[in-house]
């Protein structure tokens, strides 16, 4: 109840944020985009087409106009269009982050050589940021999208995962019945998928409902160097052309994405291990 | 225990060379500038070590007052959260929320476009993606710290909540935040690397990192060696930072 509360909350501070953020714009909103964006309209037919013309309050608590300023579409088409490639991407990176997350986990809980390849090799993935990873990759690796991209993006999740996430199991070793089950002579992979992530995966559920997120949103950097034509790719273009209906729709399912999703990883987490409140 | 050590004469090593690299680099209005390719410098004719170098002690001119800005605004933001105020917890969380729900780039990319000329969209844009979640971070470590039994010993001895503040919550909080500072560093280089490599800041006097790597990549095969050298660096102090957090969490 608390958590829908804060979800109804939040989602309208950001409709506030996103249906009067136009006026933040330096002197009339209207004009300011005439002049300064792509826009080909005329003042006073702008003015109507994004409720310039009606009071600020009612404009703010009414639903925004469904036609982007620039390309002669309705807004929520660009959005269903670009979430549904973003989808794509998300479901490519996850597919291969979460293999490669639990491989590197499993390789540094088995410890000795491996162990120190997979500490290595985490830190050298996590050490190369998104905008030097991503031109290389699209200069040297003979792959095509949407594989490329989707790689560039586990390269960044998989490190920043398997750290996170090597911490907390860290911090449930001493406690786990690992030095037992070895005792009674069980495979390793038995041993750590059993007696060490799934008691931990309750933890796990709720940071990955974040992240589910952050991957659903877009990622602007690795989207607008793969050309991929994404959320997060359709939003920087918007905020760059100022074409504000596209900007706040964008920003309304986002936001509304990023609480239902933190909200689901919540609920599996308590569907998993009910102890965590 | 080497590989940390190495970590920091890194950046030791770094914050020189970066220093005397300022010093050095005059303001050069790069498109007064013949065009031009040789190995080693950018399009612009520039040395490019010389200028990564400067453009790295730009970064930390910036950065310092936001890492700065950030630790005591969050700090004061979460002992207001972590209090005892039901309703000013929920509203507070709401507002962290909100700010979790943002996304940073967009607010970066909207207000380099509707404030051109604002020299502090970067400064902003920064503080808006790394206060909510440092702010979790010293409220879920203020609330673990006062349910302690050595907290609740102290009190239920007569002590005032100065004393146990001074004598237990504040060193405990002094070594927390020493052990998460790497991590916020590094977070806060790849914020400010990255909103300038998207090109929605005004164009700066000096040259800065990511508008380096942006070249860097538009020139990766006429020229890979402006990425490679503006890059490295950037990975390299990257790699400190991780090295730098993980033995401090050890």
């Known amino acids: 109840m608390k958590g829908l509360l804060r979800i109804l909350l939040v989602f309208s501070l950001v409709w506030i944020i996103a249906r009067s953020a136009v006026f933040l714009l330096p002197g009339d909103p209207a004009e300011f985009l005439v002049h300064e964006s792509l826009v080909q309209l005329d003042t006073p037919e702008l003015r109507e087409k994004m409720d310039l013309d009606r009071p600020a309050l009612e404009r703010i608590f009414s639903l925004p106009r469904n036609r982007s300023l620039i390309r002669n579409e309705k807004a929520s088409q660009l959005l269903i269009r670009a979430w549904s490639r973003t989808l794509v991407l998300a479901a490519l990176a996850l597919l291969i982050a979460l293999p490669a997350t639990f491989i590197f986990l499993f390789l540094r809980f088995q410890g000795g050589l491996r162990g120190r390849f997979s500490e290595a090799s985490t830190l050298i993935l996590a050490s190369v940021p998104l905008l030097i990873a991503g031109p290389i990759l699209l200069r040297y690796v003979p792959l095509s999208n949407p594989l490329l991209p989707a790689l560039t993006l586990s390269l960044y999740l998989v490190p920043f995962w398997s750290?996170?996430?090597?911490?907390?199991?860290?911090?449930r070793l001493p406690m786990s019945s690992v030095e037992g089950s070895r005792a009674l002579g069980f495979p390793e992979l038995n041993i750590f998928t059993?007696?060490?992530?799934?008691?931990?995966?309750?933890?796990?559920?709720?940071?990955?409902?974040?992240?589910?997120?952050?991957?659903?949103?877009?990622?602007?950097?690795?989207?607008?160097?793969?050309?991929?034509?994404?959320?997060?790719?359709?939003?920087?273009?918007?905020?760059?052309?100022?074409?504000?209906?596209?900007?706040?729709?964008?920003?309304?399912?986002?936001?509304?994405?990023?609480?239902?999703?933190?909200?689901?990883?919540?609920?599996?987490?308590?569907?998993?291990?009910p102890r965590i409140t | 225990m080497r590989l940390r050590t190495l970590a920091r004469r890194h950046l030791i090593l770094l914050a020189v060379l970066s220093a005397l690299a300022r010093i050095r680099v005059d303001r050069i209005e790069a498109h007064h500038l013949e065009r031009s390719l040789k190995p080693g410098y950018d399009t612009f004719g520039r040395s490019c070590l010389e200028l990564t170098f400067a453009a790295i002690a730009n970064t930390w001119i910036t950065l310092i007052p936001i890492l700065m800005i950030t630790l005591v605004f969050s700090f004061a933001v979460a002992l207001m959260v972590s209090g005892n105020h039901p309703r000013m917890?929920?509203?507070?969380?709401?507002?962290?929320?909100?700010?979790?729900?943002?996304?940073?780039?967009?607010?970066?990319?909207?207000?380099?476009?509707?404030?051109?000329?604002?020299?502090?969209?970067?400064?902003?844009?920064?503080?808006?993606?790394?206060?909510?979640?440092?702010?979790?971070?010293?409220?879920?470590?203020?609330?673990?710290?006062?349910?302690?039994?050595?907290?609740?010993?102290?009190?239920?001895?007569?002590?005032?909540?100065?004393?146990?503040?001074?004598?237990?919550?504040?060193?405990?909080?002094?070594?927390?935040?020493?052990?998460?500072?790497?991590?916020?560093?590094?977070?806060?280089?790849?914020?400010?690397?990255?909103?300038?490599?998207?090109?929605?800041?005004?164009?700066?006097?000096?040259?800065?990192?990511?508008?380096?790597?942006?070249?860097?990549?538009?020139?990766?095969?006429?020229?890979?060696w402006i990425l490679a050298l503006s890059g490295l660096p950037l990975c390299l102090l990257m790699a400190s930072f991780h090295l730098l957090s993980r033995d401090e969490q050890n």
Do not use: C
């Open chain 1, 163 to 171: 750290r996170t996430l090597s911490r907390k199991l860290d911090a």
């Open chain 1, 194 to 273: 059993r007696d060490l992530i799934a008691p931990a995966l309750g933890g796990f559920l709720a940071f990955f409902g974040s992240q589910l997120g952050y991957l659903l949103n877009g990622s602007i950097l690795v989207e607008t160097a793969f050309q991929w034509n994404g959320v997060g790719s359709l939003l920087g273009e918007a905020v760059l052309s100022r074409d504000f209906p596209v900007i706040e729709m964008t920003l309304i399912t986002s936001a509304l994405n990023t609480l239902i999703t933190q909200q689901v990883g919540y609920a599996l987490q308590t569907w998993w291990d």
């Open chain 2, 89 to 224: 917890r929920f509203l507070s969380r709401s507002t962290l929320d909100l700010f979790s729900a943002l996304p940073g780039f967009m607010i970066a990319l909207a207000l380099g476009a509707a404030f051109p000329d604002f020299r502090f969209t970067v400064v902003l844009a920064t503080l808006i993606m790394v206060l909510p979640s440092t702010i979790r971070y010293f409220e879920s470590f203020l609330l673990k710290a006062r349910s302690e039994e050595f907290v609740h010993a102290s009190h239920s001895l007569g002590a005032n909540p100065v004393h146990v503040w001074v004598h237990h919550l504040f060193p405990a909080l002094r070594d927390s935040t020493l052990s998460i500072l790497p991590f916020i560093l590094a977070r806060l280089v790849l914020i400010e690397t990255s909103i300038s490599f998207l090109g929605v800041t005004p164009a700066p006097e000096h040259e800065t990192w990511g508008r380096l790597i942006a070249q860097g990549k538009d020139y990766l095969i006429e020229a890979p």
